[in-house]
């Protein structure tokens, strides 16, 4: 039986969190499918989905995302002059849909990472005994 490794500093685990790795083994291996995390790490048992969505907090990192990145240079640029009011409303508007879809496991990844290094003593729990995914 492998034994609970012991808890990585918050910056490692918030590094780990950035590249969807586990925050506690570094395990790439945290998603259920391009969707969806696994409720524990299959390596070290980290709980990963803590409650039936609970990892939707990646949802308002997605559109920050996109909105601070995407819509608001170019809601600039069009204020600006640089491009025409309607052009940029419809980039601005292709962007905010499709950047959330492209970034969403990074968002996933990096919700898990700022969550284990906020709250930091939760990776000191012992393995548990049932460690699969019991749903979905
Ligand atoms: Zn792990």
Redesign the pocket.
């Given at each position: 039986m492998e034994s609970t490794p012991p808890p990585p500093d918050r910056s490692t685990a918030l590094q780990r969190g950035l590249h969807g790795h586990?925050p506690?083994?570094?395990?790439a291996d945290i998603f259920r499918s391009h969707w969806r995390l696994r409720d524990r790490?299959p390596?070290?048992?980290?709980a990963l989905e803590l409650e039936d969505g609970w990892s939707y907090g990646s949802v308002p990192l997605s559109y920050g995302l996109a909105g601070f990145c995407w819509v608001l240079p170019i809601f600039l640029l069009a204020l600006f002059g640089a491009i025409p009011p309607i052009p940029a409303a419809l980039i601005g508007l292709a962007g905010a849909l499709i950047l959330p879809l492209a970034t969403f496991r990074f968002t996933k990844g990096l919700w898990v990472g700022v969550y284990y290094s906020l709250i930091h003593n939760e990776m000191a729990q012992p393995r548990p005994r049932d460690k699969g995914d019991h749903h979905g």
């Open positions: 586990c506690r083994c570094d395990s790490c390596h070290c048992g980290l």
